[in-house]
């Protein structure tokens, strides 16, 4: 179960960044783009932290740094 998880972690952080790139290359405002790049990004950090507590229980934040 968790290897499944992890694959659709990993589907859903290319097409993330698939959908960020194709709505940067439409945008001409600065703001816009700043903001489209942030919240990929943003998303992308998230689903990263997700996947990396998928395969193991973490106490503290300092248990999830250390390992």
């Known amino acids: 179960m ?4 992890k694959r ?3 589907i859903l952080m290319v097409v993330i ?3 960020t790139a194709i709505l940067l290359f439409n945008t ?3 703001k816009g783009i700043f903001s489209i790049l942030f919240s990929g990004i943003f998303i992308n950090v998230l689903l990263a ?3 990396s507590c998928l395969g193991q229980r973490i106490v ?3 248990d ?3 390992r």
Request: proline residues 0%; positive net charge.
């Open 2 to 5: 968790i290897t499944l998880k």
């Open 8 to 10: 659709i972690v990993t």
């Open 17 to 19: 960044w698939g959908i």
């Open 28 to 30: 001409t405002h600065s």
């Open 49 to 51: 932290v997700y996947y």
């Open 60 to 62: 503290s934040l300092r």
């Open 64 to 66: 999830w740094l250390s």
